[in-house]
């Protein structure tokens, strides 16, 4: 089946720093990717989708220019969060819907990125 | 947006016996779907159900869907000690866009 690669799995850096996480999808062209940031014990909350060729589309409350998304081929987005703080840390995931699908199709998610900032 | 409530919020059965999980949402849906997700790790797709269907099977899952009360319910039977995960319903509302609900974690005790 659909597979989406994400990576780093597990990063942990200084505050200050900038990290870069990484959304393939392996086995199909996914013009519409989705990145969501999880709170331990909390559910999923989207922060925007990432379009093919275009910019993001941000949900209210996330801030553009603190998560830069880009989705630069139609394998690939990139999730940088910019001037990494403690506040940031938590656990990123990403997920892609396949288009060649026609109907009602589930999305394929990431395995998750989890960010600690010292 | 986050336009779903779950309940139980946790869930303690004993293997073998079946656990039974909630989930209410708010706005039109065009299907809604119910993913796992074990600690630390990415969501696992269990069942898409659409908005014109009441009822759906996978194996030992079984869930319905009653639009008129914007409710969902998981059925597992049997469980097994590896269903042990936190158990999220999803609603997509036609633009692909989820909104999961807060999610059930279920313990299932050897």
């Known amino acids: 089946g659909a597979v989406v690669s994400q990576h780093p799995s597990w990063v942990i850096c200084k505050s200050g720093t900038s990290v870069k996480i990484e959304c393939r999808s392996l086995?199909?062209?996914?013009?519409?990717m989705f990145w969501y940031r999880q709170f331990p014990k909390q559910s999923l909350m989207l922060m925007a989708t990432?379009?093919?060729?275009?910019?993001?589309?941000?949900e209210q409350g996330v801030e553009k220019d603190k998560f830069l998304i880009n989705h630069a081929s139609l394998t690939l987005s990139t999730l940088t969060v910019t001037s990494a703080h403690p506040e940031d840390s938590s656990f990123y995931i990403c997920?892609?819907?396949?288009?060649?699908?026609?109907?009602?199709?589930?999305?394929?998610f990431g395995d998750g990125t989890r960010l600690s900032i010292l | 947006s986050q336009q779903g409530e779950e309940d139980p919020q946790a869930l303690s059965i004993q293997e073998g016996e079946n656990a039974t999980m909630n989930c209410s949402y708010k706005t039109s849906i065009n299907n809604l779907q119910w993913y796992r997700q074990n600690s630390g790790r990415g969501l696992v797709h269990l069942i898409l159900?659409?908005?014109?269907?009441r009822e759906k099977h996978s194996g030992r899952l079984r869930v319905t869907l009653d639009t008129s009360k914007k409710s969902s319910s998981l059925l597992i039977t049997a469980s097994r000690a590896a269903d042990t995960a936190s158990y999220f319903c999803a609603t997509d509302a036609n633009d692909y866009k989820l909104s999961f609900g807060a999610g059930t974690t279920v313990t299932v005790r050897a």
């Open positions: 159900i659409r908005s014109n269907e």
């Open positions: 086995d199909f062209q996914a013009t519409t």
């Open positions: 990432s379009n093919e060729g275009s910019k993001a589309t941000y």
């Open positions: 997920s892609a819907r396949d288009p060649g699908l026609s109907g009602n199709q589930p999305q394929h």
